[in-house]
């Protein structure tokens, strides 16, 4: 962390927007692709047209997302470059996906279980 706060307010702020990003990719992407789908399917009345039009919007938006992360990691090596650094490649990008995957993840179990009303044991199996 001190060697980020050494580097300034520009790669920390190019972070935060990459794991921004990196949440709407795993959380919104998927949420869009549902709302697309029921909209979809509630006009047509058809399942097809609402699978194609979720796998449509699905590939649409991960590859603006990815898009739009490489473009700012490469702002990630800019800096790091400018200051006569050494160059960080994408491990930056990488982390920071890794990491809005396993809060995504985290945020979707504890939803499931805890306010979703599921049970984290099926129905029938004693315990």
Known sequence: MPGLLRLG???????LIMFIGSLVLWVGTP?????????????????????????????????????????????????YLAQSLEDPGHAVLERVLVIGAAFA?????LWFLFFAGASP????IQI
């Open 31 to 79: 949420l869009l692709c549902l709302w697309v789908g029921s909209w979809v399917q509630g006009a047509t009345g058809s399942l097809t047209a609402a699978v194609g039009a979720m796998v449509a919007a699905m590939a649409g938006s991960v590859a603006m997302l990815a898009t739009t992360l490489a473009k700012l990691s490469e702002v990630h090596r800019a800096i």
């Open 9 to 15: 307010a520009g790669v920390i702020l190019v972070i």
């Open 105 to 109: 993840l985290a945020t979707f179990g």
């Open 121 to 124: 044991v099926p129905i029938g």
